[in-house]
């Protein structure tokens, strides 16, 4: 059963900057190395998005709202996940999730990103 962990959020003003990681605990290396890893996120407002992908072979994919700012990367051999967030806005504000692309049942905790100043 494949079990992630999240870490690195917090509180950080507009225009800052904050960097998430992602360990997926429980899974082996033979199978993380080509999975496609996802950073999801949900807010009150909306329903859990995927928003940045990297393939086994780390070709990346961002949803429009944070091109040019997020930057997704994962390191295989500590079978983890990072999202490294710049000039961040207030409707950034979320809870960080990662997982597999397309998703598993299993989630983590979640990590809680607040933008505001």
């Known amino acids: 059963q494949v079990h992630f962990l999240e870490s690195g959020g917090g509180l950080v003003q507009p225009g800052g900057s904050l960097r998430l990681s992602c360990r997926a605990a429980r899974m082996i290396t033979s199978t993380f190395n080509p999975t496609t890893m996802g950073w999801y996120r949900q807010s009150p407002e909306k329903p859990r998005e995927l928003f940045a992908s990297?393939?086994?072979?780390?070709?990346?994919n961002y949803a429009d709202s944070v091109k040019d700012r997020f930057t997704i990367s994962r390191d295989n051999a500590r079978k983890s996940v990072y999202l490294q967030l710049n000039t961040v806005k207030p409707e950034d504000t979320a809870v960080y999730y990662c997982?597999?692309?397309?998703?598993?049942?299993?989630w983590g905790e979640g990590t809680q990103v607040t933008v505001s100043s």
């Open positions: 997982n597999t692309v397309p998703s598993s049942e299993n």
């Open positions: 990297i393939t086994g072979g780390r070709s990346t």
